[in-house]
C-alpha cells in the first residue's frame, strides 16, 4: 500500500477498556497522553468502557427474546456507569475550575439519551431477525460501547484542556460485510482518513517540523504545556462500516486492529498499545506464575503467539503494520515505569533490549480430538494439567507444531516464533500452578537437546 504522506511523524496510542474501567484509570491514562504529546502529535484510539461489549452482547440476547424491558434495564445500568466515570475522572484530572463541569454533564446526558433512543430501536429490529449476531443489527448494537466511550472520552480531554476532536470510526474504517468479523480495506480506508474534514489541521500541522516541548525546571509533569495548535483526534476502535452504509465490527478485540490500520493508514512512526498487563509474557501468569516478561519481539513472533490465543493482541493486530515495519510498544497503563514490549522487524535495532533469540520457553496444554464428535478433551479443564516446555526454533520445529496440530487442538499458554522438536523439559502436575516452566537449561545449544518424544510417546504420556 503506497504511502501518501511520508513525511508525517505522529504516534497512534490506543487504551483498552481495561485502562478505562474507573476514574483513577482515566486520570493515568491522560497522563500517558501528556506524555506521548510532549515528544510529537498524536491520534488516541479506545476501546468500550471494561466490560460495556459483554454486555452489549446481553442486550443482543434480551432483545431476540422480545425481553424489552430487560434490555432497557441493561442500557441503563451501562450509560450511567459512563456518566459516573466521565464526570468522576473530570473531578479527579482538574480538581479545580469545574465551572464547565454543570455544561458537560448536560452535554452526556443529551448523548447518552440520543444513543438509547437508537439502541431501543434496534432492540425491536433484533426481535425479528433470524441471526442477530451476525448482522448489521448486532453489529450496531454492539458498536454502542466505542461509540459512547470515544465521544466522551473526547470531551473529557477537551475540558480538562487537552485541544482534541471526535473522529466517527464508522466513517474511516472501511470493511466488508462479514459482520461480526469484517475485514477492513485498507486502501478505501487510508482515502477516507486523509479526506475527513475534521483532520484536515492535524494533517496540515503533522507535516511541519515539530520540535519536543521543553519543560521549565519549575514546572510540575502536570503542568507541562501542550501543542495547542495540534488536535489530538479520538477515534473509538472495534468498528466500522461496510461500502453500503451497514455498520460492522472488527471482532473481539478488534481495537488493537483500528489502531494498526490507522497506524499504515497514517504513516505513523509507532503504535503503542496500552493495557493492564506488562506487556507480552512467556505464557499466561494467571496459568503458570513465574511467567517471564519478554522485553521485544519480532512481527512473525508476535503473531504466532497472537494466533496461539494470547489475550493482549488481537490475532490480526500486526498484518497492517508489516510492510511499513511501524513498531508497535505494548505497555502497563498502570505502571508507567515498566518499559513493556517492543515488537518490530526481526533485525530491528532497539535501546530496551535485543530481540528474543535461542532458548524460548513454551508452555501449552494438548487437547486430543475426538474422532466421533470433532470435539476436544482440554487437559486444563481435568486434575491433571501438562505443562510442555518447548525449545525454539528451527524449521523443523515449526513443521513439527503443524503435524501435530493436524492430529491435537494445541491451547498455547505460552508462544513464540518457531519450535525445536524436542522437549526441552516435561511436567504433570496436579495444579498448573505449582509447576515451573523454566527450561532446563537457557544455555544448552540446540544441537544438544535434553531428549526427544515422537507423537505417540507424547500421546502415551497425556492420554494413556
Request: charged fraction near 20%; charge should be negative; proline fraction near 8%.
Amino acid at each position: 500500500m503506497s504511502q501518501t504522506q511520508p513525511n508525517s511523524k505522529h504516534t497512534l496510542v490506543k487504551f483498552g477498556g481495561s485502562s478505562l474501567a474507573s476514574p483513577n484509570a482515566w486520570k493515568l491514562v491522560f497522563g500517558h497522553i501528556r506524555e506521548s504529546y510532549q515528544k510529537q502529535p498524536l491520534i488516541v484510539v479506545v476501546s468500550a468502557l471494561g466490560k460495556t461489549t459483554r454486555a452489549l452482547v446481553g442486550c443482543i440476547q434480551e432483545a431476540t427474546l422480545g425481553k424489552r424491558e430487560e434490555v432497557e434495564q441493561k442500557l441503563n445500568e451501562i450509560w450511567a456507569t459512563h456518566k459516573r466515570i466521565a464526570l468522576a475522572s473530570l473531578d479527579l484530572i482538574l480538581a479545580k475550575n469545574l465551572e464547565q463541569r454543570p455544561r458537560l454533564e448536560k452535554q452526556i446526558d443529551d448523548f447518552l439519551a440520543s444513543l438509547h433512543q437508537e439502541a431501543m430501536l434496534l432492540c425491536d429490529k433484533l426481535h425479528h431477525h433470524p441471526s442477530p449476531m451476525s448482522s448489521s443489527y448486532g453489529d450496531a448494537m454492539l458498536s454502542f460501547g466505542e461509540r459512547a466511550t470515544s465521544q466522551i472520552f473526547q470531551w473529557v480531554l477537551d475540558v480538562a484542556g487537552y485541544p482534541s476532536v471526535w473522529i466517527d470510526a464508522r466513517d474511516i474504517i472501511i470493511t466488508d460485510e462479514t459482520f461480526g468479523a469484517a475485514k477492513p480495506d485498507q486502501v478505501r480506508t487510508q482515502h477516507a482518513l486523509r479526506q475527513h474534514p475534521s483532520l484536515s489541521t492535524f494533517w496540515s500541522a503533522v507535516q511541519k517540523p515539530q520540535e519536543p516541548l521543553q519543560k521549565p525546571p519549575q514546572e510540575r509533569p502536570d503542568e507541562q504545556p501542550l501543542r495547542k495548535e495540534i488536535p489530538i483526534p479520538v477515534i473509538g476502535g472495534f468498528m466500522g462500516r461496510s461500502l453500503s452504509g451497514f455498520p460492522t465490527t472488527l471482532g473481539f478485540e478488534g481495537s488493537d486492529l483500528t489502531t494498526t490500520l490507522l497506524a499504515e493508514a497514517s504513516v505513523a512512526e509507532r503504535v503503542t498499545i496500552f493495557t493492564d498487563v506488562d506487556g507480552i509474557m512467556t505464557t499466561d501468569p494467571r496459568v503458570v506464575p513465574h511467567a517471564k516478561h519478554i522485553p521485544t519481539l519480532s512481527y512473525d513472533e508476535a503473531e504466532d503467539l497472537a494466533m496461539g490465543g494470547a489475550r493482549v493482541l488481537h490475532p490480526q493486530t500486526l498484518k497492517p503494520v508489516i510492510e511499513s515495519k511501524i513498531p508497535v510498544h505494548v505497555r502497563n497503563t498502570f505502571r508507567p515505569d515498566h518499559p513493556g514490549t517492543i515488537i518490530g522487524p526481526q533485525h530491528a535495532k532497539t535501546t530496551h533490549a535485543p530481540f528474543v533469540e535461542g532458548w524460548k520457553a513454551v508452555a501449552m496444554t494438548l487437547k486430543q480430538k475426538r474422532d466421533d464428535t470433532n470435539e476436544t478433551d482440554d487437559t486444563n479443564n481435568t486434575d491433571d494439567t501438562a505443562v510442555l516446555t518447548f525449545i525454539h526454533a528451527t524449521d523443523e520445529g515449526q513443521a513439527l507444531l503443524r503435524q501435530w496440530s493436524e492430529a491435537y487442538d494445541l491451547k498455547l499458554h505460552v508462544d513464540a516464533h518457531g519450535w525445536h522438536l524436542y522437549l526441552a523439559s516435561l511436567a504433570v502436575t496436579k495444579s498448573v500452578t505449582k509447576s515451573d516452566p523454566t527450561p532446563a537449561s537457557e544455555e544448552r545449544q540446540p544441537s544438544e537437546p535434553p531428549f526427544a518424544l515422537s507423537l505417540p510417546a507424547i500421546h502415551d504420556i497425556f492420554f494413556p
